[in-house]
C-alpha cells in the first residue's frame, strides 16, 4: 500500500499507551515495513489501573498489558522489551540499547511519558517513601500494605485521591496531605473539587492542608512532619506530587524541549524524521504558542494514532476538546475542555453537583460525577462551538443531547 509519505522502518521508544496504540495505528493502516517497539519495561500496559485496582485479586502485569508478545509478533510488531534505550541519534534514526544493540529505523517516535516527580524535603529519600508510576510501584504499595497499616499519602491530586481511596477500602489507616484547601481546583473548578475532596474525610481519611516539610525515622516507622503543626505517623509514605516529563534523551540529541518535547499540531519535533506523542510530548502551535502537557490516558491514544497517520503523511483532524476521568470512593468523575479562566461557571445541582464553564456564550468545560451522558453530549457541543444559554445548562431536566438534535437538523435543513 503507498502512503504520501514513506514512513520506511518505524522505532517506538516507549510502550506506553502512545507507543503501543501509534505501532497499532500504524498496522491497521497496513503500514508494511518493520515496526520496532522498545521499552525499559517488561511488556506494554495500562496505567490507570495502578492507582484503582491495586488491590484486586487478579491484579497482575499480564492482566494489564495491552497485548502479549505472541499477538505483537503476530501483526508483525518487534519488540525490545525490558531494555532501556540509552541514546537516540536523530539524524540517522537508530536508537542505541542498554544491552549494546543498535537499532535502525527511518522514523521515530518519542513516547516515552515521565516519572513520578519527588519531593525535595530531607527525608524524602527514605526507603519506605514511595511513588507511584510503574506496574513495580504499585506491586510495593500493595507489599506493604495490610489491615491497619497507616499509610501518608503526600499530594491530593488524580492519582493521589486515587490511591487513598483505594487504600482505605483495603482497610490501611490514610492520612492524605496537601497544600491546598481544594485540590484539582484548576482541573475541575472550586465547587466540584471541594464536593470531591469533602469525600475523604466523609469515608473515613484524614485530610490535612498543609506543606509536608520533612519526613523522619526511628529506624522503624516513620513521621510526616507538616507546617501546620501535623505530625503523621507511617510505616508507609507514598508521594503522589506530578510528572517530570523524560525529555533528556531528546535533548541530548538536539531536538528541541521545553518542560516536554516540542511537537507541530501533527506530532512532529523540530526533527522531521522524528515525531513525540503522549505525556512526553508539548504542543508549540502554528501560532508559536505552547500548551500544556496533556498527562491524560486518552490524549495519550489519541496522540498516538495521530502521530502514526502524520508518519504516513495523513494528517488527521485536529483534536477537540481533551477529556479525562477519575474514580474514587464509588463514584466516576469525567470531564472535559476547560475550567479554569475566563467565563462564567455554571452549577447544575444534583446528588453531585454538574459544573459548566461558559465564555462568551460558548461552552469550553464541563465536569460531572457518575452522568457520562452529559459529559459526551457537552464535549461535542464544545467542539461544534453550538451556542448555550447559562440557564439551560443549570436546568436538572434540561437535556444537552437535544441542543446536538437541534443543530443537526439546522444542519439538514440549511
Ligand atoms: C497511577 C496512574 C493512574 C492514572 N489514571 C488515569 C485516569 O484515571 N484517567 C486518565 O485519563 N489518565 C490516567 N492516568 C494517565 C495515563 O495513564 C497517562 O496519561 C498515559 O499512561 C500516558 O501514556 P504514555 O504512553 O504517554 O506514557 P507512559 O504510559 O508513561 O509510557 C511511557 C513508556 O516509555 C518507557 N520509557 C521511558 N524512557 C525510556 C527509555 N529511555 N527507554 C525505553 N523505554 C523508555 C517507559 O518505561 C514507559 O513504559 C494515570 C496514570 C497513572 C500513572
Not at 522505532?11 to 500504524?26: D, E, K, M, P, R
Not at 512532529?268 to 504558542?289: E, N, W, Y
Amino acid at each position: 500500500m503507498s502512503f504520501p509519505r514513506d514512513a520506511g522502518r518505524v522505532v517506538i521508544v516507549g510502550a506506553g499507551l502512545a507507543g503501543f496504540s501509534a505501532a497499532q495505528t500504524l498496522r491497521s493502516l497496513g503500514h508494511e515495513a518493520p515496526v520496532t517497539l522498545v521499552d525499559a519495561e517488561p511488556a506494554a500496559y495500562d496505567r490507570p489501573p495502578l492507582s484503582k485496582r491495586l488491590f484486586a485479586n487478579d491484579f497482575s502485569l499480564e492482566d494489564l498489558a495491552f497485548s502479549s508478545p505472541e499477538k505483537l509478533s503476530q501483526a508483525g510488531i518487534d519488540t525490545r522489551f525490558g531494555q532501556a534505550v540509552e541514546a537516540i541519534d536523530a539524524a540517522s534514526v537508530t536508537v542505541t540499547l542498554e544491552n549494546g544493540e543498535v537499532v535502525e529505523g527511518d522514523t521515530l517516535l518519542l513516547a516515552i511519558g515521565g516519572r513520578a516527580r519527588s519531593l525535595t524535603v530531607p527525608g524524602a529519600d527514605l526507603p519506605g517513601v514511595r511513588t507511584l508510576r510503574t506496574f513495580d510501584d504499585a506491586a510495593a504499595i500493595r507489599a506493604h500494605v495490610r489491615s491497619g497499616t497507616r499509610v501518608a499519602v503526600i499530594g491530593a491530586g488524580l492519582i493521589g485521591a486515587e490511591l487513598a481511596s483505594a487504600l482505605h477500602l483495603h482497610g490501611a489507616d490514610v492520612t492524605l496531605i496537601d497544600p491546598a484547601e481544594t485540590p484539582l481546583q484548576p482541573v475541575i473548578g472550586s465547587l466540584l473539587a471541594s464536593h470531591l475532596h469533602a469525600m475523604h474525610s466523609l469515608r473515613g481519611i484524614r485530610v490535612v492542608t498543609g506543606l509536608t516539610e520533612r519526613i523522619e525515622t526511628d529506624g522503624e516507622a516513620m513521621t510526616v512532619v507538616v507546617d501546620d503543626g501535623s505530625v503523621i505517623p507511617a510505616e508507609l509514605v507514598v508521594v503522589g506530587v506530578g510528572l517530570v516529563p523524560n525529555i533528556e534523551l531528546a535533548a541530548a540529541a538536539g531536538l528541541e524541549t521545553d518542560g516536554g518535547i516540542l511537537v507541530d499540531e501533527h506530532y512532529r519535533t523540530s526533527v522531521p524524521s522524528v515525531f513525540a506523542a503522549g505525556d512526553v510530548a508539548r504542543l508549540r502551535d502554528s501560532r508559536g504558542v505552547l500548551h500544556r502537557r496533556e498527562e491524560h490516558w486518552e490524549a495519550a491514544q489519541l496522540s498516538g494514532q495521530h502521530a502514526a497517520h502524520a508518519m504516513l503523511g495523513v494528517d488527521l483532524p485536529v483534536r477537540g476538546a481533551s477529556w479525562f476521568w477519575s474514580d474514587r470512593h464509588g463514584i466516576h468523575l469525567e470531564a472535559s475542555g476547560r475550567l479554569h479562566g475566563d467565563g462564567e461557571f455554571v452549577v447544575r445541582p444534583g446528588v453531585h453537583p454538574a459544573v459548566f464553564l461558559v465564555d462568551e456564550g460558548l461552552l469550553v468545560g464541563v465536569a460531572a460525577i457518575d452522568d457520562n451522558n452529559t459529559v459526551r453530549a457537552a464535549r461535542r457541543i464544545i467542539d461544534q462551538r453550538i451556542p448555550v444559554v447559562a440557564s439551560d445548562l443549570a436546568d436538572p431536566s434540561f437535556a444537552l443531547r437535544s441542543m446536538l438534535r437541534a443543530e443537526r437538523a439546522k444542519t439538514r435543513n440549511a
